[in-house]
């Protein structure tokens, strides 16, 4: 074997002048950067994205039924808990109630479908992240958009659903549009992070295994605000997911103009104060920038540590 | 058709670290080393960490339309993350690499498949992985499964393919990819004996429409053939550079050299290796070759010899070899002698590496190398093949 000289070998790199670029690339060059890949590789993110749907119904018997399981087994779980809580406090869960429960069921399961399916992502397309080269952003966005299709579908059926809980769509409805950019943009930063994390250390997948677990217990979603008193309904509201829920409720079976506060039925304190929006909105912008920056920063070790 | 960008590849002074062992690719262990970086402080980037080594040093070329390179060397010569670092799957340590306009990469062209999609399904999604929009996939559609010839099975999962289509579906859809620069690694062996053809006459297709070419092979015939310049890695650090044939003789030669290095002793020094004429012979003509040799100690016993062999540089096989042995000679017992031998060269024109080695009958192996040569063979008769048989012709007419 041909020996390179005792002088290429014993060189470093800090003996000569390297042509690096030097500046340090700030935030605002990251995110633009993000975008330009994005627009770039938008063919690719579809494509992965009709992958998961395509392959998540082949050889499957439920189809389309499955889009609405998961939201449906959690609404019959919060059902059952209301029903059984119900019958200590003498208050029978009435149809705002359940269809209370719908709404937040069907935000929670998009959630935790793109969590779990989501930091999975770049693990779980090793061959294509140390064999070939994209923007690896797209993997845990296929993952977000494949579950977004499903809660579409969720969606579609609820708002046919909710005439039957006597629901009547009123113009707080549009809350909607912000809160669900709000919900998909929290998602998103999470599962950014998470599938990242997953890449450097393993076991970031069982952290997120006890999010999904037990998450549910922390955040509003068997449960309204009143129920945990006025304390506890301001600390449960910490959660970014708290406003977010809470709010796609009042708004979507209450008719409730977000913009105006909320007092408990049972007593005197605020469940709801429109200041609840700015905080989701603060966390929606900042946990997704973040993640993006962080995820765009160590995506290009990514190949050398899966 | 799409835009077209001139295809471009620089490399300037690039170098990538990796590092050996085991990375802390738990939380648990993360904190620790967190801590006793913070404390130690963080090694420059200039210098080589516990475990860590260079698996490319500094290395360099530029490359524009027309330009094919071909980079050969060892195992482990840092070949493969020099394609990484060009596809961007990588990134260097230090230095500059760039490519521009679209690349297209012909390494594991089956990379993006999904085993439960059709073979139809998974022709948009590889497509779509390498860079390929829809439109254009769908303008193309026919034509690569014509190439891939897997057209009955389009509504197949692939994994019920067989290796075969499997690659050939995926070699297909690179095949049609359009590029502005080209990239390809060991992805020429697809298929049975016909689509390689077919592959590789599209490959070589692909390598003449004047853009920028790389190739990392170790059929060093795909080399010479493909590439118009070529440079030897080894140890991550480029040892030679020029055209495909030098560098191939230079592979060879080292690869030969240390071989050699691991044998037994031996009592016979070959000192020296002299080819005659110096330059070029012509296809069909005569070469001289001279070694020159040396015994020392109790002298050599009846089964050792001495002998030559003659490589193709295009494909590293031998093309031929003797020794005395098999000339019929008996070597010295002591002192200074010298073997000559002329050789025909009946073959077509290219470069053949010289070799020579001592040999061992009994053991049946060689037991140590000599210096080694080269041989120039141009012109001569025009024949096709890798043997020159000196064909003589005689044409009749015959009445049924």
């Known amino acids: 074997m041909i020996e390179p000289t005792e002088k290429a070998l014993a060189r470093g790199p800090g003996s000569f002048s390297l042509p690096e670029g030097g500046e340090r690339a700030s935030i605002v060059t990251d995110l633009r950067a993000i975008a330009s890949d994005l627009v770039a590789f938008r063919e690719l993110l579809v494509e992965l994205t009709i992958r998961d749907i395509r392959i998540r119904y082949k050889q499957a018997v439920?189809?389309?039924?499955?889009?609405?399981l998961t939201p449906l087994v959690l609404l019959l779980s919060g059902w059952i808990l209301r029903l059984a809580f119900g019958r200590l406090s003498g208050e029978a869960p009435n149809d705002a109630a359940m269809a209370g429960l719908a709404v937040k069921s069907l935000g929670w399961a998009f959630f935790v479908g793109a969590l779990g399916f989501g930091t999975a992502s770049i693990t779980a397309n090793l061959s294509l992240v140390t064999k070939t080269y994209f923007p690896r952003e797209i993997l845990p966005l296929a993952s977000v958009l494949t579950q977004l299709v499903d809660a579409g579908i969720g969606t579609v059926a609820l708002v046919l659903a909710l005439p039957f809980f006597s629901v009547?769509?009123?113009?707080?409805?549009?809350?909607?549009?912000?809160?669900v950019c709000m919900l998909i943009m929290i998602t998103t930063g999470a599962v950014l992070l998470g599938s990242c994390a997953n890449v450097f250390f393993r076991d970031a997948k069982h952290l997120v295994q006890l999010v999904l677990?037990?998450?549910?217990?922390?955040?509003?979603?068997?449960?309204?605000l009143d129920a945990f008193g006025p304390v506890g309904a301001r600390i449960a509201m910490l959660n970014p997911l708290a406003p977010v829920l809470e709010g796609l409720r009042l708004a979507v079976v209450h008719g409730h103009n977000l913009l105006q506060p909320l007092t408990s039925a049972h007593g005197d304190y605020l469940v709801w104060a429109p200041w609840y929006l700015g905080y989701a909105a603060i966390w929606a912008v900042v946990l997704l920038g973040a993640s993006a920056v962080i995820f765009h920063r160590s995506e290009f070790v990514f190949a050398e540590y899966v | 058709m799409r835009p077209r960008s001139v295809g471009r590849v620089e490399f300037e002074a690039v170098w990538k670290k990796f590092r050996t062992g085991e990375l802390h690719n738990r939380l648990r262990d993360f904190i620790p080393a967190m801590v006793s970086r913070a404390f130690r402080g963080r090694p420059a980037d200039g210098a080589l960490g516990g475990g860590e080594f260079w698996a490319v040093r500094d290395v360099s070329f530029t490359l524009g339309p027309g330009d094919a390179l071909g980079i050969i060397g060892p195992n482990g010569a840092g070949k493969s993350t020099v394609l990484k670092l060009l596809t961007r799957i990588l990134r260097p340590t230090h230095g500059r690499c760039l490519t521009q306009g679209r690349v297209g990469v012909l390494i594991e062209v089956a990379a993006g498949?999904?085993?439960?999609?059709?073979?139809?399904?998974?022709?948009?999604?590889?497509g779509a992985i390498m860079g390929m929009p829809r439109k254009e996939i769908l303008r193309k559609f026919d034509e690569i499964v014509a190439f891939s010839g897997v057209e009955w099975f389009l509504d197949t999962p692939v994994k019920r393919y067989s290796s075969g289509m499997h690659t050939r579906l995926g070699f297909a859809i690179a095949a049609h990819l359009d590029p502005d620069v080209l990239i390809i690694d060991e992805a020429l062996a697809v298929g049975d004996a016909a689509f390689q053809r077919k592959a590789f006459a599209r490959i070589t297709e692909l390598a003449r429409s004047n853009i920028p070419v790389v190739v990392v092979s170790h059929q060093l015939e795909t080399i010479a053939r493909l590439c118009t310049e070529a440079i030897l890695m080894s140890q991550g650090a480029?040892?030679?550079?020029?055209?495909?044939?030098?560098?191939?003789?230079?592979?060879l030669a080292a690869e030969h050299n240390s071989s050699?290095?691991?044998?037994?002793?031996?009592?016979?020094?070959?000192?020296?290796?002299r080819v005659e004429p110096g330059e070029s012979v012509a296809?069909?003509?005569?070469?001289?070759?001279?070694?020159?040799?040396?015994?020392?100690?109790?002298?050599?016993?009846?089964?050792?010899?001495?002998?030559?062999?003659?490589?193709?540089?295009?494909?590293g096989e031998p093309v031929f070899e003797t020794t005395t042995l098999s000339l019929g000679y008996d070597l010295p017992k002591s002192g200074r002698f010298s073997l000559t031998l002329e050789l025909q060269l009946n073959l077509p024109s290219g470069v053949y590496p010289v070799e020579s080695f001592v040999w061992n009958r009994m053991a049946g192996r060689e037991l140590g190398g000599g210096p080694g040569g080269a041989v120039r063979v141009e012109g001569g008769p025009e024949f096709e093949g890798t043997v020159q048989m000196n064909a003589r012709a005689r044409l009749e007419l015959r009445a049924f």
């Open chain 1, 62 to 68: 439920m189809g389309v039924f499955w889009a609405i």
């Open chain 1, 168 to 179: 009547h769509l009123s113009i707080a409805f549009l809350w909607v549009i912000p809160l």
């Open chain 1, 213 to 224: 677990s037990f998450g549910i217990f922390f955040t509003p979603v068997f449960f309204d």
């Open chain 2, 113 to 126: 498949f999904h085993p439960d999609l059709t073979g139809r399904e998974n022709i948009f999604l590889q």
């Open chain 2, 238 to 251: 480029v040892v030679r550079r020029g055209t495909p044939q030098e560098c191939i003789v230079a592979y």
């Open chain 2, 260 to 273: 050699q290095a691991r044998l037994a002793p031996t009592a016979v020094v070959i000192e020296e290796l």
């Open chain 2, 283 to 315: 296809s069909g003509e005569w070469t001289t070759i001279t070694l020159i040799c040396s015994i020392s100690g109790p002298g050599p016993s009846d089964s050792e010899a001495i002998g030559i062999r003659i490589r193709s540089a295009e494909s």
